[in-house]
């Protein structure tokens, strides 16, 4: 019997081959997980948020149902892109929301500086969203790590894989990503 992540490897690259069959099958075997993603990302979100879990995943499938012509090379690949597109959601949401309010006399969200690094409810989304841009333009790897584990949930030897680097080297990017945002985050110089 072949395992779950073989098979949704199977399934992805028999869809990115353009098996339109392959999504609905692939479906039902990565909703569970896909819905464990929303979850995570809706955890930090403010108590009452509007969107839910399950539409957060419905939009992350209207979106990737467009994505075939990718190429999608493995299950940590796949759920990766998923984090991604579920945090762009998101971040798309709030800045709507933000935008509905500007003018208002609305204190700003409260980052507590440990949510960067271990998941804290009452989320900045933004300010997480605009420091992850910066630390893409000062170095893209350490970026998509700290979107691969944070957001998108990937251990360690799965965020290996799909970036293709050493463990070792996820660690030490991770670390220092920690700090760099931490920083960032404050405010401090």
Not at 1 to 29: F, K, N, R, Y
Not at 98 to 120: C, I, N, T, W, Y
Not at 146 to 172: I, P
Not at 176 to 186: C, I, Y
């Amino acid at each position: 019997m072949e395992s779950p992540a073989h098979q949704i490897t199977q399934l992805l690259q028999a869809w990115s081959g353009g098996d339109e069959a392959a999504l609905d099958q692939l479906m039902p075997v990565v909703y569970g997980e896909l819905h464990r993603l929303a979850q995570r990302f809706m955890a930090d979100e403010r108590p009452g948020h509007t969107l839910q879990t399950t539409a957060l995943v419905n939009e992350a499938y209207l979106r990737l149902a467009d994505s075939a012509h990718l190429n999608w090379e493995s299950r940590a690949h796949f759920f990766a892109v998923c984090a991604r597109v579920m945090r762009r959601i998101l971040v798309d949401f709030a800045r709507s929301r933000q935008a509905l309010k500007r003018g208002s006399d609305m204190p700003p969200l409260e980052l507590d500086e440990a949510l960067a690094v271990v998941g804290q409810r009452g989320t900045d989304l933004l300010a997480i969203d605009d420091a992850l841009t910066a630390l893409a333009a000062v170095d893209p790897r350490k970026s998509q790590i700290v979107e691969l584990r944070f957001f998108g949930g990937l251990s360690v030897k799965e965020t290996a894989e799909v970036l293709k680097v050493s463990e070792e080297t996820v660690m030490r990017d991770w670390r220092l990503s920690k700090s760099w945002l931490r920083r960032e985050l404050s405010g401090e110089q």
